[in-house]
């Protein structure tokens, strides 16, 4: 039996005080995605390979290779995230509160030897969210 390595994932909720539907629109129109996120070719079907588009750093050239998992309409969202060697997955999940929708981002898939990756999402994570439910707001 051969053993694998554990992996650590990353978490982030918040309760927005807006529609699901207007989040589900930010999670899935390319150019609202660009807004909060990168600049990208998302289409929201399985299948679809996109790149998600940041500026370059040094040692890195701001190219992440994704692909659709899953689309649940309305609800739910899952992509391969593939960057800097990771090989990782990352699960939106939109749930209606009586004030708004809860939303839980999950990116999954970071390896004992990647603390580096896992505190650059962390931190990347938080700022994008903030991002999404700030051009939530403003969106009709």
């Given amino acids: 039996m051969t053993e694998t390595a554990p992996t650590r994932t990353l978490v982030i909720e918040r309760e927005m005080a807006h529609p699901q539907e207007k989040i589900w629109r930010a999670l899935t129109e390319g150019p609202l995605i660009a807004e909060w996120l990168m600049s990208n070719d998302f289409q929201a079907v399985v299948g679809h390979r996109f790149t998600l588009r940041a500026t370059p750093v040094p040692n890195w050239n701001g190219i992440i290779e994704c692909e659709v998992l899953l689309v649940e309409p309305g609800s739910r969202l899952s992509y391969s995230w593939g ?49 999404l439910e700030r051009l939530v707001g403003g969106l009709d």
């Fill in 83 to 131: 960057a800097l060697g990771l090989g990782s997955v990352v699960v939106w999940t939109l749930t209606p509160t009586g004030t708004g929708t809860h939303v839980r981002m999950e990116h999954s898939g970071f390896g004992a030897d990647q603390d580096a990756a896992y505190k650059g999402a962390n931190y990347g994570w938080r700022k994008f969210i903030g991002n």
